[in-house]
């Protein structure tokens, strides 16, 4: 069973920055093959594609926060980051963190971040 583990949510002021990161519990080889990505959840709202790495190299983000946050990868730790700058009121949601596995055709899911952003 693979396990994600997310940390660095938290209270924010507007325009501040936080740093997301999420570690898997696979070996290094599993993790380079994998797909992996950001999703969050706003309450009252659906979960929404935040930025996702394709194991091609392709790198996709939401239209609200292109430009403003940066996801990266280090294959040598299986851990996937979320750097988020610029922050505003309405990405004030629970963070979760996603890797897809292609040879198995499963997602697997973190426990959730929260992240606020307020003054």
């Known amino acids: 069973q693979v396990q994600l583990v997310e940390s660095g949510g938290g209270l924010v002021q507007p325009g501040g920055s936080l740093n997301l990161s999420c570690t898997a519990s696979?070996?290094?080889?599993?993790?380079?093959?994998?797909?992996v990505g950001w999703h969050r959840q706003a309450p009252g709202k659906q979960r929404e594609l935040v930025a996702a790495?394709?194991?091609?190299?392709?790198?996709l983000y939401g239209d609200s926060v292109e430009g403003r946050f940066t996801i990266s990868r280090d294959n040598d730790k299986s851990t996937v980051y979320l750097q988020m700058n610029g922050l505003k009121p309405e990405d004030t949601a629970v963070y979760y963190c996603?890797?897809?596995?292609?040879?198995?055709?499963?997602?697997?899911w973190g426990q959730g971040t929260q992240v606020t952003v307020s003054s």
């Open positions: 696979i070996s290094r080889s599993f993790f380079n093959n994998s797909a």
């Open positions: 996603n890797l897809y596995l292609p040879y198995v055709d499963r997602d697997y």
């Open positions: 790495i394709i194991t091609a190299g392709e790198v």
